[in-house]
């Protein structure tokens, strides 16, 4: 089992902003978590390079570096370095957040907005609001309010049949199993399963499973496995069935998605 290294979060959480944006850099190593906590601010959460694993609440996004989560204030979150992680966080006070998603979502990060991103990195904290590091702070929060919603969150069921089967299909997800035969696992019939996995996710069973293999085999891609061995432990025929359902989601192939 890999071990997880515990890393406190930004000792800033629990303090008001000195500026309108604040700019936070910072390398974690891959396995290091940063633990459970929230802002009393928004915060939108990047990973320039590597793969993060953001859980908030009861749902679970994977973040390559053409997207970024967006953490409205007091919602308890917590990430995951699955690789080696260049992170920055921008964290923005209330008054900014009008045009901002309500809720937790994760965004596609532009071409126009990583390099914007990549020009913040280098804002000393002292900045002035009304000077041109301020205008690109600005400019970044502009891109984050038009930012395109990636739907690739999981939301994990609580119900205690589900979570079984969720579980075994995370450290298997090769297993093939219809509802049928998880039903007679866990001691539900498979319309019962079916009408739950619906109540409690937004989502049915397949496509909760594609949704999960679609997470498994970005964080398989970041840590550099093949294509074959990635298609093979998520139970597809063959490598080029897993390419087609990589990129009848994402529109590209597996071997361009971590592209940067």
């Known amino acids: 089992m890999t071990r997880l290294h515990q ?3 930004s000792s800033q959480s629990l303090h008001p902003l ?3 944006v604040t700019v936070l850099n910072r390398q974690v190593a891959v396995n290091s978590v940063i633990k459970r906590h929230r802002h009393l601010w928004g915060q939108f959460i990047y990973a320039s390079k590597g793969v993060l694993a953001v859980n908030i609440g009861n749902e679970r996004y994977i973040v390559p570096p053409e997207q970024g989560v967006w953490v409205p204030p ?3 979150h917590q990430v995951t370095a699955l690789t080696q992680v260049t992170l920055t966080g921008f964290y923005l006070e209330l008054e900014l957040l009008s045009r901002l998603p309500p809720g937790s979502s994760l ?3 532009s071409a126009f907005l990583k390099a914007l991103i990549c020009e913040a990195r280098n804002i ?3 900045y002035a609001w009304r000077s041109p590091d301020g205008r690109l702070l600005r400019l970044i929060v502009d891109q984050l309010a038009i930012a395109k919603q990636v739907a690739l969150k999981l939301p994990y ?3 205690l049949r589900l979570m079984e089967i969720t579980r075994e299909l995370q450290q298997n997800p090769g297993n093939g199993n219809s509802l049928e035969q998880w039903g007679s696992i866990v001691g539900a019939s498979a319309r019962t399963l079916s009408r739950l996995f619906k109540k409690e996710t937004g989502m049915s069973y397949s496509q909760w499973k594609q949704k999960l293999n679609l997470q498994l085999a970005i964080t398989a891609l970041a840590e550099g496995q093949s294509i074959t061995n990635i298609a093979l ?3 597809y025929d063959s490598p080029s069935a897993f390419i087609y359902m990589f990129k009848k ?3 590209i192939s597996p071997k361009k998605y971590l592209a940067v």
């Open 233 to 235: 432990n998520l139970g």
């Open 7 to 9: 890393i406190a979060p």
């Open 107 to 109: 965004l596609a990060v």
């Open 157 to 159: 069921p609580r119900d």
């Open 124 to 126: 000393p904290p002292d």
């Open 74 to 76: 007091q919602i308890t």
């Open 18 to 20: 000195e500026k309108p």
């Open 249 to 251: 989601h994402f529109g």
